[in-house]
Each structure stands twice: as C-alpha cells, then as structure tokens.
C-alpha cells in the first residue's frame, strides 16, 4: 500500500508540473499567435470571433453532463462499458450541440446585426461535434495521472491550429485583401483543423481503451446521477463569466467588442494560471485536512501564497498592461491600454473568491459557491447596462468589478460561517495592490510621459511590482520554510 501511495504521488506531482507548465506555454503560444494575428486581421474579426465563440461555449456548458469527471471519478471508470458508453453518451451530444447552432444561428444574427453570424455559429457548432467524438483516452489518462499524454495533445494540436489560423489569414488577405470581413473565417477554420487533427490524435495516438458506440443501461443512470450537479455549476459559471460579453456586444460596435476581447485575453493570463494552481494544489490539500480541528489555519496557508501571486498579477496588470498594449498591438487596438487597467480590479476580485473557493469545495459547500455565481450574474444584470449608461464602455467595466465584488461577499460570507476570518488579510493585500498598481503606472508615465517609449515604461512599472511583491514574496519564505518544507 505505502509503495502504491507513493507512486501515485509521484504521478501526482509530475501531473501537476506537467498541467501548470504545459498551460505556460499554451499561454505563451496563445499570446504570440493573438499578437501576429493583429497585424494580420482587424479588430472586427476579433469581435465576431469572440461572440461566436461565447454562443458555442454557452451551449456546450448548457449541457455539460460530466463525462470527463465522472469516469475520472467513477470507481468504474476503467470499465469498458463505462467508457463506451460515456463516449456515445459524448457523440450524441456534440451532434446535438451542433444541431443547437444551426437553431440559434438566425436569431443570434439578427439579435446583434450580424448577417455574417448566420454562417459563423453553425460552422463553429461542427468544432462541438467533433469535440464529442473524441476518445475517452483523454479523461482515462487524467483519471491514471498520465498527465503528460494529454498536456503533449494539447500543446501540439494548439501549435497545428495557431499555424493553420496564421497561414489562412496570409492567403485570405492575398486572396480578399486586409480589410474584408470574409477575413473572419481564417480563425475559424485553424480551429476546425485543430479539433480534426484532435479527434484523429486522441483515437490514433493514445494510449488507453478503444471505443465503440455502446450504451449501458446501469452506466448511463450512473453517469446522468453525477451530470446533473455538473450541469448547475457549469451553467452558473457560464453566465458568470460570459453573461458581459453577450451584453457587451449588444451595446458597443463589433470592432470595440474586439479589442474588448484583446484586453479580456491579457487581463486573464494571470488569473487563469492562479485559477489553475488552486485547483492542482490548493484544493486537494484542503480537501485531506477538511475533518482537522485547526482547519483556519491550514486554509489560511494554503491560501497564502495565491493571495501574493495574484496581488502580484494585478499589480502588474494595472502598471505593465498599458506599455504592453503599446509595444505588442498597432493603434487600432489603443483602446486596450485602459481597458485592461479596468479588468486587472476584477482579476484582484476573482483571485480572492477563486482561493475562498478551494476551501468551500474541500468542505463541501458547493451550494455558497453557486450563490457566488448567482451574485455575479445578478450584478452583471445590474451594474453592468447602469454603468454603461451612466459612463459608456468605462462605467460598463467598473459595473463588472462590482458584480466580482458581489461574488468575493458572498464567499467571504460563505468562509466565514465556516469558521475562518479572511476580510482582515484580504483587506490589507487590497490596500497593497492598489498602492503597487498605481506607484507602478506613476513610474511608467514618469519615464514615458505622454505613452511614448512603451518599452522603458514597460521595465519600469514591472521593476516596481518585482521589488514590491518580491520583497514580500521573500519574507514570506522566510517566515514559513519549516512549514513549506514539511509540506
């Protein structure tokens, strides 16, 4: 038993560096391609792409059953039954999805006056369909940890579908020239060669069980039990995180909604990478020691030391997100410099719910996390169209931080019923952050005033965070090495 517990927490702690590296370099290759594809196309086809795309993902999360959950966590997920039938189950869903977006393609199109839409979302359906047909090699590899199959996949089909994407737009321009819209289905179709060249991967290439189109009785009811609670949270998490998007697209022009959506991918790298961390590491320690007496403060470490990444995060994107915006994006994409300095005090928001989050989960409280999804979305409904009215796309965008404030409440609430006390801490690394975020955007415009010199600024407000938080960074590591030692 000792020799299998220790294998698997060697699996586990490769897994985790394979997952956390592995999602660095999607992010990196996400970025070059965002960056090459500007000077490329124009900021329209970034916004049609970005709806479209919104649309797709609300369908896919309106009916996310679980599969990929429930056979990594199915003690029967080994099963052949199991797997074949978690498959079908998967098929006939990513035909149903596609069917969905032929449905919606027209009043979708005539919603946001966008004939070209009546085309856009049904192709864009088909990447649901094949994501459907996938194998299930992918959620039996994670269930085993054999993690750096799937992040080697991931990767590799990611750098196939950017060339692709990057490769369409050169000849597209060629072929139609640099400002037409018919540009638009240049990312579409390097996601389709992506999702094609998946599917062919996943059944082709890697290790684990065939399918076969199968359906069990006794596995469907297993896998239907587990998918309705799975069904809930992706739908609140859905219109959390998408809900400003479809509001946003209704109120400014489709080439504002694009470079909205250039600042929305910078502003949350971060996030996602601390997002990412709390789930790999955060939450199934938390998980271990939910029964202990001292609970507080295993979750007041545990939580420490994504509250100092993610203030530094925000920090960096409230000083450095401007002169980068400058030395990336051409001046049709100038727009972006403040917007990001927007998004960057829901990152801060979001880092400070999602790490209240990890302990809700290990306790069990799924239910003040749905209320924290649920607030959000009300404070979407509320602040975000207020905002826009009182103050345009700015007041839009300080609605959206206060509908985060509302989720963060609403966790805090939920931790401190559970017996922690988080609202001092989380008050004074507010308080941080916003005196790092703002000496850092002081120092920038003090070396380049006027936004002129994007790389001088640039070094200069990031010096500011890395002194800053890595002063703290380093304290912290010094106050508790015993501690991270023994973990």
Not at 372 to 384: D, P, Q, R, W
Request: contains cysteine; charged residues 15%.
């Amino acid at each position: 038993m000792e020799t299998s517990g220790r294998s698997i927490a060697r699996r586990a702690v490769r897994g985790s560096v394979w997952t956390l590296g592995g999602y660095g370099a999607g992010q990196l290759l996400r970025l070059v391609a965002n960056v090459i594809l500007a000077r490329l196309l124009f900021p329209e086809v970034f916004g049609l792409m970005a709806l479209t795309f919104t649309f797709i993902q609300g369908l896919a999360m309106f009916s996310d059953v679980g599969i990929g959950p429930s056979i990594v966590q199915n003690p029967r997920g080994d099963e052949p039954r199991f797997l074949d039938t978690a498959f079908t189950i998967g098929a006939v869903r990513g035909v149903a999805l596609w069917l969905a977006s032929v449905a919606i393609a027209l009043p979708v199109a005539r919603i946001y006056g966008q004939p070209v839409l009546l085309w856009l979302v049904p192709a864009a359906g088909l990447t649901a369909l094949l994501s459907g047909v996938e194998s299930t090699s992918v959620h039996w590899l994670r269930r085993h940890l054999r993690l750096e199959w799937v992040t080697s996949v991931d990767l590799g089909t990611q750098v196939l579908g950017m060339a692709a994407t990057v490769a369409l737009a050169v000849v597209g321009r060629h072929l139609v020239g640099p400002n037409d819209i018919r540009l638009v289905w240049a990312p579409l179709g390097g996601n389709l060669i992506q999702s094609v060249v998946r599917v062919a991967v996943t059944h082709l290439a890697m290790p684990g069980p065939r399918n076969r189109f199968r359906l069990d009785r006794e596995m469907v009811a297993a896998q239907l039990r587990f998918g309705r609670w799975v069904f809930l949270s992706t739908l609140l998490t859905f219109l959390a995180s998408q809900s400003d998007r479809l509001l946003l697209a209704r109120l400014v022009s489709m080439a504002e909604f694009g470079v909205f959506g250039i600042a929305a991918t910078l502003a949350s790298i971060p996030t996602l990478a601390i997002e990412k961390l709390g789930g790999a590491v955060a939450f199934p320690a938390l998980s271990r020691m939910a029964n202990r007496t001292d609970f507080d403060r295993v979750y007041e470490r545990a939580r420490a030391p994504l509250l100092l990444a993610g203030a530094a995060a925000a920090s960096a994107l409230f000083g450095c997100g401007p002169p980068l915006v400058e030395l990336l994006y051409d001046a049709r994409y100038a727009d972006a410099r403040w917007m990001i300095q927007f998004l960057a005090a829901g990152a801060w928001l979001q880092t400070l719910s999602g790490s209240n989050g990890a302990a809700l989960l290990a306790l069990g409280r799924v239910n003040v996390m749905a209320a924290g999804s649920g607030a959000k979305v009300a404070g979407i409904a509320l602040f975000f169209p207020l905002g826009f009215h009182l103050a345009g796309l700015r007041g839009a965008l300080v609605g959206l931080a206060l509908s985060d404030l509302a989720r963060y409440a609403v966790s805090a609430w939920g931790v401190r019923r559970a017996g922690m006390r988080p609202l001092r801490v989380d008050a004074t690394h507010t308080a941080l952050v916003a005196g790092v975020a703002l000496l850092g955007d002081a120092a920038a415009r003090a070396v380049a005033p006027g936004g002129r010199g994007a790389p001088l600024a640039l070094a200069a407000a990031a010096a500011v965070t890395v002194v800053v938080w890595g002063a703290l960074g380093l304290r912290y590591y010094r106050e508790n090495r015993a501690h991270l030692a023994r973990s």
